[in-house]
Nanobody, 113 residues
Framework: QVQLVESGGGLVQAGGSLRLSCAAS????????MGWYRQAPGKQRELVAS??????RYVDSVKGRFTISRDNAKNTVYLQMNILKVEDTAVYYC????????WGQGTQVTVSS
C-alpha cells in the first residue's frame, strides 16, 4: 500500500509559477512510476507528466513550461509549473502505479487572467 499527499496548489495570475509536491509513504520501495494528472471542470482527467527511472514524459500542452522531478531520498515528486495559463486551472492529482492506480487527494490550481 502507498499513500500520496499533495501540497502546493493555490491561486496565481497568468504567467506566474507554482510548485506542487507529493509525498509518498508506505511501500515506497516498490514505486517505479509516479506522475501528475489534472482534471478541469467538465473535462476528463489527463496525465500531465510522469517520471520513471529518471525518464520523463509530458502532455504537449505543458512541454517547455512544466518540469517533473523526484527526490528518492524524500520519497517526494514535484511538479514545477511556470508560465501558467488560465487553461491550466484544474485539480491536480498525484499518481503512482504499483499493480493498480494510487491517487492523492488532489490540490486545486487556479490561474486567473
Amino acid at each position: 500500500q502507498v499513500q500520496l499527499v499533495e501540497s502546493g496548489g493555490g491561486l496565481v495570475q497568468a504567467g506566474g509559477s507554482l510548485r506542487l509536491s507529493c509525498a509518498a509513504s508506505g511501500s515506497t520501495y516498490s514505486i517505479n512510476v509516479m506522475g501528475w494528472y489534472r482534471q478541469a471542470p467538465g473535462k476528463q482527467r489527463e496525465l500531465v507528466a510522469s517520471i520513471s527511472s529518471g525518464s520523463t514524459r509530458y502532455v504537449d500542452s505543458v512541454k517547455g513550461r512544466f518540469t517533473i522531478s523526484r527526490d528518492n531520498a524524500k520519497n517526494t515528486v514535484y511538479l514545477q509549473m511556470n508560465i501558467l495559463k488560465v487553461e491550466d486551472t484544474a485539480v491536480y492529482y498525484c499518481w503512482s502505479f504499483i499493480g493498480r492506480d494510487y491517487w492523492g487527494q488532489g490540490t486545486q490550481v487556479t490561474v486567473s487572467s
